[in-house]
């Protein structure tokens, strides 16, 4: 079974300045995919940024970039030049392939607060 | 806009009651998802349907039965609940054929079991 861990429950961050969410995760699979999904307040949840992990190059998405170590199993997502709309819970998720295609796991969440 | 539709946003039943949960797609996804999310946790798998078949069922209380009618439409038939099924459920669909496809989630149903 797969598992993720986001370390850090609440997070904040002064507007314009730069935060890094870590996640951590761990299976016994070696072709998966990797994602970062945010859910604002009005709570609907939407993708931040995805993975391949058979591809050492770092996704990158505008502000939003991800740092993947494959071996160290982590996989961290930077937000560069937060803006308040940022507010939101982030969450970091892993898709399997194969077996079990399709079902997510899911990590606890973190709550980032972007003060102006 | 959201291309996930879940209706309705809102529902509020007693543990009687028989109620409904409606999610539509219309990005031709072949795969289709039931989530329940409680506040400030993450969301958790309920149903999966992969070309209108169950696929997933993450042993849900039998209170809970899906049903996907078509490739754009699924429902969750709500039954004598309980009150710790207060939830938002969250719809979501994915192409499925290429597995790097992310979730495409609904706005969510706001269940409350009285």
């Known amino acids: 079974a797969q598992t993720v861990t986001q370390s850090q429950p609440e997070m904040s961050v002064q507007e314009a300045e730069t935060v890094t969410l870590s996640c951590t995760y761990d299976t016994s699979e070696n072709n998966y995919y990797l994602f970062w999904y945010k859910q604002p307040p009005s709570r609907q949840m939407i993708l931040v940024i995805r993975?391949?992990?058979?591809?050492?190059q770092n996704a990158t998405e505008n502000r939003f970039s991800v740092n993947f170590q494959k071996a160290a199993k982590s996989f961290s997502l930077k937000i560069s030049d937060s803006q308040l709309g940022d507010t939101a819970m982030y969450f970091c998720?892993?898709?399997?392939?194969?077996?079990?295609?399709?079902?997510?796991?899911f990590g606890d969440g973190t709550t980032l607060t972007v003060k102006p | 806009d959201t291309e996930v539709t879940q209706t309705p946003k809102h529902l509020v039943m007693g543990m009687t009651n028989k109620k409904s949960l409606k999610c539509e797609q219309h990005m031709g996804h072949r795969a289709m998802y039931w989530y329940k999310q409680k506040a400030k946790k993450p969301p958790e798998l309920m149903f999966v349907?992969?070309?209108?078949?169950?696929?997933i069922n993450e042993s849900v209380p039998s209170r809970f039965s899906p049903e996907c009618p078509n490739s754009s439409l699924l429902n969750l038939h709500l039954h004598a609940l309980q009150p710790e099924d207060s939830a938002l459920y969250l719809c979501?669909?994915?192409?499925?054929?290429?597995?790097?496809?992310?979730?495409?989630f609904g706005n969510g149903t706001r269940l409350t079991v009285t």
């Open positions: 979501a669909s994915s192409p499925w054929d290429t597995s790097n496809s992310p979730l495409h």
């Open positions: 349907y992969s070309y209108e078949k169950l696929s």
């Open positions: 998720a892993f898709m399997n392939q194969g077996t079990n295609a399709g079902k997510s796991t």
């Open positions: 993975q391949e992990a058979y591809k050492q």
